[in-house]
Every structure is written in C-alpha cells, then in structure tokens.
Nanobody, 123 residues
Framework: VQLQAFGGGLVQAGGSLGLSCAAS????????MAWFRRAPGKERELVAS????????YYADFVKGRFTISRDNAKNTVYLQMNSLEFEDTAVYYC?????????????????WGKGTQVTVSS
C-alpha cells in the first residue's frame, strides 16, 4: 500500500492543524494506521494509532486530549487533528500502516510508510 501525507505547515502555538494520509494500492480497511513523528535530534516516536478492525485508538501521553486520530475507509484516508499545538510538537509527521490488529504501539509492526510532512509550531 502506498501512503501520502498532506497538511503540514507553520502554525502558532495554541493553534490547530489537520493532517491527512491517503492510501492506495490495497484495500484500506485491511490496515491499521498510525501517525509517528520525528523531532530534530530525536528518535521517531508514535503519536497515535487506530486499528483496522475495531477502530480502537491509542494516543501517546504527550498528545492525549489534544490530538485526534480518525479514519474514513470509504475515502482510504486517515486523519490527525492537532489542537492546542505546542512548540514541542514541531516535527516531521509520518503516517504508517500495518496489517496487524494488535501490537500497534511498536514501530516494528509497521511495514508501510509515507513520506513525512513538516509541522512547525512557532512559540
């Protein structure tokens, strides 16, 4: 499956930004999806995931209550709505996919990766 992320940009602290990731190539509903990010000088980290079968979501502690992951299987798209953005949210954001239903908190579960989209939050 091919993944392409959209929606990055520059936003002021406290503002909102929405990312989307379009999938193609294989039936989207067969894949659990996630958003990761990598800030300068840091490792890639999981932001949020959503499972393929039950739609169960997971959020990293640092985004709970601020970010929302969702998916629209009819549009083959996964979304990340980011509110109350902080300077520390500045990073390249990646969408990723896996055929697994479980183990979604492990980066090694993900086989398919999109090119990242830059999110910059000004303080």
């Amino acid at each position: 499956v091919q993944l392409q992320a959209f929606g990055g940009g520059l936003v002021q602290a406290g503002g909102s930004l929405g990312l989307s990731c379009a999938a193609s190539g294989r039936p989207f509903h067969n894949y659990s999806m996630a958003w990761f990010r990598r800030a300068p000088g840091k490792e890639r980290e999981l932001v949020a995931s959503i499972s393929r079968r039950t739609g169960k979501t997971y959020y990293a502690d640092f985004v709970k209550g601020r970010f929302t992951i969702s998916r629209d299987n009819a549009k083959n798209t996964v979304y990340l709505q980011m509110n109350s953005l902080e300077f520390e949210d500045t990073a390249v954001y990646y969408c990723a996919g896996t055929a697994r239903e479980l183990g979604l908190q492990s980066i090694s579960s993900y086989v398919y990766w999109g090119k990242g989209t830059q999110v910059t939050v000004s303080s």
